[in-house]
């Protein structure tokens, strides 16, 4: 029953963590980093570059499933002694958000009938105004990169 319970309260957290709320998305792209770092003893780091003060929370929720969505992925397919990087950059105007591994790769010919998870991904990257794109060599890793525009108006979840 424990662990059934810890299983549940993992999953609530997947959906909508708090610490997105609280304390925003660099810090929950953090704490996502480590938890699997610990759990799958995959090196793990994120990297935020000249990142705007706040963003707009249903923004923040969209770019942290789409990094959980890329994460599942690299333990589905990348392969074992795989570095991840998570880097987020902003710029006047757009947000850059980077997954990238240095995994087995994909093979792009192939890209289009794999799973729902690289849809799902460009389906919230357009969601919010964005795109997605994916990179990616044989033998030699994955990227997924998503842009997203910065909209004006009013700002919710603190960075």
Known sequence: LGALS?????????????ILDQLGLVAALKSLAENFEKRYSLSTRVIARDFPDQINLDLAVELYRIAQEALNNVVRHAGEDVTVTIALKGSPGELDLSIGDTGSGMDMEMKASKGLGLKSMAERAALVGGSLAIESVLGEGTCIRVRVPLPDGPREASI
């Open 6 to 18: 810890q299983q549940l309260r993992d999953i609530s957290h997947q959906l909508h963590p708090s």
